[in-house]
């Protein structure tokens, strides 16, 4: 049984949204960032109840987040040193979980002990940073954790990367 979700993430917003809908446009999950000077507290809801908190640690050596939520606390950090993004889950019931990008950024596996939970690929020339997200395996939540990480992964690095214009 799988299921395809899309993830649109609005790019040029102060507080942060992301809709996450199912095949027939209907809104599954709402990630949402408080406004914050330092590190803001993502909140992801489905059906109206809250599925997880996120939040990225601000004093670690590699950029983790902390998750909290219905799966119970984990971590989600990213590899170092890797020509592509690589995200290892931390504790929790998908310890072990390995989120891997193409080389563009433009696709992404999520595994879990050689098999394969789910698969995102993102979309090309639009106004909105958008995935389309086949769920294939495992708990749907853990999935859409993991892409809202990602997005506020990339999302971090670009806004370094302007600041680094300066």
């Avoid at 809908?21 to 507290?41: I, K, Q």
């Avoid at 950029?63 to 219905?70: F, I, Q, Y």
């Avoid at 995102?120 to 749907?140: C, M, P, S």
């Amino acid at each position: 049984m799988s299921r395809t979700l899309s993830l649109a993430n609005t790019l040029l917003s102060l507080r942060g949204r992301m809709a996450i809908t199912d095949e027939a446009g209907s809104l599954a999950y709402e990630a949402r960032g408080e406004f914050a000077l330092w590190s803001p507290t993502w909140r992801i809801e489905a059906a109206g109840r809250e599925v997880a908190q996120v939040r990225r640690r601000l004093l670690s050596w590699r950029p983790t987040w902390e998750v909290d939520g219905e799966l119970g606390p984990f971590l989600i950090q990213r590899k170092l040193l890797s020509w592509t993004r690589q995200y290892r889950v931390l504790g929790g019931p998908a310890d072990g979980a390995a989120l891997k990008g193409s080389f563009f950024d433009y696709s992404f596996e999520l595994a879990q002990h050689g098999r394969l939970l789910a698969r995102a690929q993102g979309q090309v020339l639009t106004l909105r940073d958008r995935h389309t997200i086949e769920v294939l395996a495992g708990d749907e939540r853990l999935v859409v954790i993991a892409m809202v990480v990602l997005q506020l992964d990339r999302r971090d690095a670009s806004s370094s990367r302007a600041g680094d214009d300066d």
